[in-house]
């Protein structure tokens, strides 16, 4: 029998989403390695989001996870949802990512500790539960991951067309 709580079991599923080894496919910090931020920052479709926006995007939507979870402001303050990057540097761009991983793992961190009757609790607002927000989260990641592997796509094509 495993003594493995369905909490560590989410926390591993969400930990997946982000470092890889998941069903889907490569992680977010796979499809980001090696993303600069020149390239983050590029829209090669004039109407979609960018990578760096995205990022900032997952992101924000972990942090509003864990807030629900404990009892914060279950709504996205203004401009949270959809940040947008104040400096465009190298270590601007690496904060972003780094920040992403760390309110993952604050996410996982709590997720492993919840017990059953917390996870089917109702999620603030919502008539689904929290373990119900918590998948979301980690398929969340997965959409998001495969927009920014399209957008690395065009963006790799666009830079050896303009250096040929």
């Not at 992101?59 to 959809?82: K, V």
């Not at 398929?139 to 690395?152: F, M, P, S, T």
Request: charge should be negative; proline fraction near 5%.
């Amino acid at each position: 029998m495993s003594t493995t709580t369905n909490g560590e079991r989410i926390a591993n599923e969400l930990r997946h989403a982000l470092r890889g080894d998941a069903w889907h496919g490569p992680g977010l910090l796979e499809i980001l390695s090696g993303v600069t931020a020149d390239q983050a920052i590029q829209r090669p479709i004039p109407t979609a989001h960018n990578i760096w926006e995205l990022v900032m995007h997952i992101t924000s939507w972990s942090n509003i996870a864990l807030r629900r979870i404990e009892g914060g402001q279950p709504e996205p303050f203004e401009g949270e949802d959809w940040p947008l990057p104040g400096g465009i540097s190298a270590e601007q761009w690496a904060a972003s990512v780094e920040t992403m991983s760390e309110s993952h793992e604050r996410l996982c961190r709590k997720v492993a500790t919840m017990d059953d009757e917390d996870l089917e609790q109702n999620a603030p607002k919502s008539d689904r539960s929290i373990a119900f927000m918590l998948h979301g989260v980690a398929q969340h990641d997965a959409y998001h991951g495969g927009q920014i592997v399209l957008l690395r796509k065009v963006v790799n094509t666009h830079q050896r067309r303009a250096a040929i």
